[in-house]
């Protein structure tokens, strides 16, 4: 087919669409035009369907780019645009209805709910096939969004679980750990699949239920290390149910009344092992870390023990997970620091408190600047990091304030290495009055 035939057409389109807007159906001016493009539309399929696509700009025939001098051409290329149509085909046995009816659903307004694909086929263009401009990113983010909505269900149903296991125990004295087991088995599964959204999670911290929050997220930043250390999932499973249980001493205790808190700092690891020393299961991980997970590495801690005790590998992850949590945690034990701060506090601490090895593993399975931290970038723009990227240095922020300091609405993320963009500095997420887990 020569380029004419084409270039007639897109002038045909792009008449009618004026004759639309101007002219009633009865007037001359208007019947020109639709018969401009009845014409232009039968030259079009004589040899066979005929298809028209847009792609920045610019219309093509098939593969070939039509010349845009031709009256109409940036018209219709903008209109197709502006309704998300990256191409259009008219079948062999396209009527004059078909290609007006185009014509009038390209005139309404485009709109996030019109689909001009599905608008032709309720109004009866059946001989016209639109495909949809697909936009990755747009689509990407619904589908992030989407999968964060779901992970933060997954997290309140977590805590709704854990709630109800601790009243039973206080009022019962039974643990049972079948329910434990579901809360780490669930979030287990998100875990292998995507680690940086877990670690997003465990950004939450809630003010009434603090111990809630500090179990799940001990149990996130264990399975985290676990997983760094590569032990097997059956493995992780035991490790998460003990780091989910590690504080359950406490519920022996009223922890708003201060004398008792300060109590069961000492005695909930004793207390807490005794629980779980009525399960009825075989393993013993869970009452071990209950017990161990305050002994320090270097002899110190409680409870006191012999020379020479050996803690249980777990015991040892655990503590190092209770730690970094109760760093990043600003209320109502925590230090509230920056995770990069935490993270050296980590690697100090390893001189006394925590084992080195395991500690140097947990920090390298978080990254130099880990999940959770708000980062200026050098464009200025500022972020919270989101996951790990192609290098240690370039993670994936997801960008909060624009370079002139503007919100911005949605946020969008960015790959730093992809973008050549720097991190300048980690700023303090209180003093732009940012929650964190409110942007992962
Ligand atoms: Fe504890
Ligand atoms: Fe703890």
New binding site residues.
Partial sequence: MEERVALAMITALSAARKATHLYPSAHPKYREAVDELALAVRSCVAEGPFTLNVHLGRLYQDSRVLSSDVSGAHAVAEALEAHRVESVTFGVDASEHDAITLVEVLAMRPSATLDVGEELERKGASAITIAAFVDEDAAEAEERDRLREQDRALYKRLLGVLRTLTARIQETGDPNVGEAGMVVEGILARLMDDSAAVLGLATMNGQSESSLF?SIN?MIYSLVLGHELGIPEEGLTSLGVAALL??IGKVAFDMTDPTQADEARYLHPKIGADILSRLPEQDRTPMLVAYE?HMAADGSGYPERDEGYVTHPFSRMVAIA?RYD?LTTTQPEGSGMTPDKAVIQLLRDTSTLLDQTLTRLFVKALGVFPVGCVVRLTDHSVGVVCARGTDPLHPRVRLMFDTDGTKLEPERELDTAEASIGIVEIVNPENLAVTVSDHL
């Fill in positions: 500090h001990t590690h504080d997970h209770d109760r």
